[in-house]
């Protein structure tokens, strides 16, 4: 089965079954972001959860959190962001529309509630590779993953018979599930370890035949990408932001969650990047109309629209 089908059908399973925030395709790297995008990644709530969620249903710019502007008196945020003029007052503008930050009278900003520190607890990454007979680069990916050990559990999800010689190819650390996209069906082959994600890591950078790269996250800086993380996570979620235009596609449910893009002509889930006039079967039409933020709700910790959210403003004349 193709990866991004069955990944979307894992996420469909993973939000029906687990009290978790669900998301695709976030960065799991510390020195460099980039350089490890994870597949799915799980939040698990914390005992502050229910104060991030009536923050705002987005994603809180990181440098608006750690900055110094409080809830009370207002800040101005060339002072209080640790930026360039320019960009503090940018970081300040998307804080203001997400709900972080509010406009003060007479000019600055404040926080419009303060940020639980503790709303996350483990996050747990789990990589695809529905056929193994076709691994790429997995063993160096989990490795990258078991070495930096910036998330709590890291599990590899398949679809295919996993034998005793897959096993030891896969770092000891990682678990294993087998899933059919098909039935919904979810085995555990190995239970994953815990991770020491509280300890500094070895984070993989590059490859060589002399040589290997490698940069030490300190604990430290693995506490704030992981703040990073679930903070993106909790606003992006796993959904397609856009359906393709396409009288061949149908946003159709895996589970009771609905919004997966199935193509009639291709028989199966496809990926909206990969649609387009391009394709063979495509019969232009009005993309079908799906509320992301409707099927999400309701149906994971994630809120669409929290009591506490500020009011939305936009277009922030200059700080003065």
């Keep these: 089965m193709r990866e991004y089908p069955f990944e979307l059908a894992l996420c469909a399973h993973l939000e029906a079954h687990e009290e978790t925030v669900v998301a695709r395709q976030i960065g799991g790297g510390v020195h460099a972001p980039a350089n490890r995008v994870l597949d799915v990644v799980l939040v698990e709530p914390g005992p502050e959860f229910e104060a991030r ?17 409080g809830v009370g008196r207002a800040s101005d945020p060339r002072e209080a962001i640790d930026a360039r003029p320019e960009r503090a007052h940018r970081i300040a503008e998307q804080a203001v529309e997400v709900g972080f930050f509010e406009r003060a009278v007479g000019g600055g900003v404040r926080q419009a509630a303060r940020y639980p520190d503790d709303w996350f607890g483990r996050l747990v990454a789990v990589e695809n590779k529905p056929d193994l007979g076709d691994p790429g680069d997995l063993q160096t990916q989990l490795r990258k993953d078991a070495s930096l050990a910036l998330v709590d559990e890291v599990v590899l999800a398949t679809e295919s018979y996993v034998t005793g010689a897959h096993l030891n190819r ?5 678990g294993v599930w087998r899933f059919d996209p098909e039935t919904g069906d979810r085995e555990v082959v190995r239970e994953a370890d815990r991770l020491p994600s509280d300890e500094a890591g070895v984070e993989l950078l590059d490859e060589h035949p002399l040589r290997t790269d490698v940069a030490v996250a300190s604990a430290e800086a693995k506490a704030r990408r992981r703040r990073r993380m679930a903070e993106r996570a909790y606003g992006k979620g796993w959904r397609p932001d856009e359906f393709p235009a396409c ?4 946003a159709v449910a895996r589970e009771g969650s ?3 893009p199935f193509c009639h002509w291709k ?10 006039p391009d394709c063979p079967g495509h019969d232009p039409a009005d993309a079908p109309e799906v509320d992301a933020e409707e099927v999400r709700d309701g149906r994971t910790p994630w809120v669409a629209d929290p009591e506490g959210k500020a009011r939305r403003q936009s277009g922030l004349d200059k700080f003065g």
């Excluded at 705002?56 to 900055?67: F, G, H, K, L």
């Excluded at 009288?247 to 149908?250: P, Q, S, V």
């Design 170 to 174: 896969i770092p000891e650390p990682v």
């Design 267 to 276: 028989g199966r889930v496809v990926d909206p990047a990969r649609c387009g």
């Design 247 to 250: 009288a061949e596609i149908e």
């Design 258 to 260: 609905h919004g997966l």
């Design 53 to 69: 969620a009536n923050l705002t249903p987005e994603t809180v710019p990181d440098a608006a959190i750690e900055s110094d502007v």
